[in-house]
């Protein structure tokens, strides 16, 4: 039978933000997992007389999920943990201690279960139904991934998952030694989820190769990663040009794309996150091997790393979609109203990334860099039902004509009310349907407790 959500603002999203029908008065019919009509209320009340259930969005919008291309879930357990931040002078230093020593190299699949079901509750509850989620933690392997995929599969989020393949040594600088085996340990848990969680199909989970970056792995493994994600079909997901692009260059006499074009690593399945330091030559690189890029503003804010050339990306007509990393709030909103703010101050040009392509950076453009651009990012007759349930606070009228803006503007993930993902209620009357809230943010919080002691904190 058929669930009918009708009399909301309906915004489609199809083809994208800018040519995308919004329906005032309008409806949307689900049947199983599956979006079955897109129209006005009138219409589809008579052709599905006998839905159940039927929601009345009156006052509210009715739109697509947003879609996250970067994120590590984990990194939840780290979040206002007081360490000493004078330590931090530079995103080298952040990298080494806030992400691997103090993080990755002491987190466990106890820790990776529990943060990854905080995490994922909270952006379903933001309005957040599909994330590309790259794992990390070399002492939690074998087994990372099992975690996260079962954490994943209880909350009801959609996800691309994969473990980071390195050659990095927990405890040893990446810049005196690396070992093949540790990428080896990575690839068979990367391969672990793939036989259960394969790429393609309409599973809700998917499987889609980590690797971490390709400053920190040999070509032999980067050329194993090529193989294994095109035997598989699953895509490759890696941080490509955070690092200063010296590092590179230094290493292998080149930058990061150009090593990872001529080792073939690069091609229209790769999500490529961060993407900061590059010079025209790389621009060209990513654009020609029609790399998906995934723009984490926020996150290099933090970082100090710099600011992406999305504007010129996006002129070139590359495929730009949102990451965040899992700092800060896991909320949308957040990050969608950064990225079109920020490259306005950065260039000095209020012009530059209007509303709608904030927004087709976690819709369209985002359902595309992961494969799924004909099952997710729209309101449309075949597509997954991933949807969401928003009602506005706004000091205006919120309208056709107007509600573009209101994201950018006045949105904020408290305003979803209601979330479906692959026709299920997972949020109801702002509250999780799946798993026990209160659970799982003590399971997590504990967690991290653990974590926070392993590095000398006492809580």
């Given at each position: 039978?058929a ?9 489609t ?25 897109v129209?006005?209320?009138?219409d589809?009340?008579?052709?599905f007389p006998?839905a159940?259930?039927?929601l ?7 739109m ?21 931040f004078?330590?931090?002078?530079s ?24 943060a990854?079901?905080?995490?994922a ?13 790259l ?36 405890g ?6 690396q070992d ?7 690839f068979?848990e ?20 980590g690797?971490?970056?390709a400053f920190?792995?040999?070509f ?13 079909r ?21 930058s ?15 999500v ?9 030559e790389?621009?060209?690189i ?8 995934s723009h984490?503003p ?34 949308a ?7 079109y ?5 950065h260039?000095?040009n ?8 904030a927004?087709?950076?976690?819709m ?14 729209s309101?449309?007759?075949g ?10 606070d706004?000091?205006a ?31 109801k ?7 026990n ?8 919080v ?7 002691r392993?590095n000398?904190?006492?809580v």
């Amino acid at each position: 039978m058929a669930m009918l959500i009708k009399n909301g603002l309906v915004v489609t999203f199809s083809p994208d933000a800018l040519q995308g029908a919004v329906i005032e008065n309008g409806a949307v019919a689900v049947e199983g997992g599956t979006i079955a009509a897109v129209g006005e209320t009138r219409d589809l009340v008579y052709r599905f007389p006998h839905a159940a259930p039927v929601l009345d969005a009156s006052g509210r919008i009715v739109m697509p999920g947003f879609i996250v291309t970067h994120t590590h879930m984990p990194y939840v357990l780290g979040h206002n943990m007081p360490v000493d931040f004078s330590k931090l002078r530079s995103f080298w230093d952040m990298l080494q201690k806030m992400g691997w020593e103090w993080l990755e190299d002491i987190t466990t699949p106890e820790g990776i279960f529990a943060a990854t079901q905080y995490a994922a509750m909270k952006m379903l509850k933001t309005g957040t139904t599909t994330v590309c989620e790259l794992v990390e933690g070399p002492h939690a392997i074998p087994g990372a991934l099992s975690a996260s995929a079962r954490a994943i599969e209880q909350v009801g989020i959609r996800a691309q998952l994969g473990f980071e393949v390195t050659e990095r040594i927990p405890g040893i600088s990446i810049l005196e030694n690396q070992d093949l085996g540790q990428a080896d340990k990575a690839f068979e848990e990367n391969l672990g989820l793939l036989a259960r969680y394969p790429a393609g199909g309409k599973n809700r989970i998917q499987g889609r190769l980590g690797v971490h970056t390709a400053f920190t792995n040999s070509f032999d493994t980067l050329k194993k990663a090529r193989r294994i994600a095109d035997d598989s079909r699953c895509g490759i997901q890696i941080h490509v040009a955070e690092i200063p692009r010296a590092f590179l260059v230094e290493k292998y006499g080149k930058s990061a794309p150009m090593v990872l074009e001529e080792q073939g690593v690069l091609g229209p399945d790769v999500v490529a996150a961060h993407c900061i330091d590059l010079s025209d030559e790389d621009l060209e690189i990513l654009r020609r091997n029609r790399v998906n890029v995934s723009h984490t503003p926020m996150t290099n804010s933090l970082g100090g790393n710099g600011v992406a050339r999305i504007p010129e990306m996006l002129k070139a007509g590359m495929n730009v979609s949102i990451g965040h990393d899992c700092f800060f709030t896991l909320d949308a909103s957040e990050y969608i109203r950064y990225a079109y703010l920020v490259h306005k101050a950065h260039n000095a040009n209020p012009g530059l990334i209007p509303p709608f392509q904030a927004l087709d950076m976690a819709m369209g453009n985002a359902a595309r860099a992961l494969g799924l651009g004909d099952r997710i990012g729209s309101l449309a007759p075949g597509k997954c039902a991933d949807i969401l349930i928003v009602r506005p606070d706004s000091p205006a009228p919120v309208v056709p004509g107007s509600v573009m803006s209101w994201f950018t503007m006045t949105f904020q993930g408290r305003d979803v009310e209601t979330v479906i993902v692959d026709g299920q209620i997972v949020v109801k009357e702002r509250r999780m349907t799946t798993v026990n809230e209160d659970d799982v943010r003590a399971a997590c919080v504990e967690q991290a407790r653990l974590l926070w002691r392993r590095n000398g904190i006492s809580v």
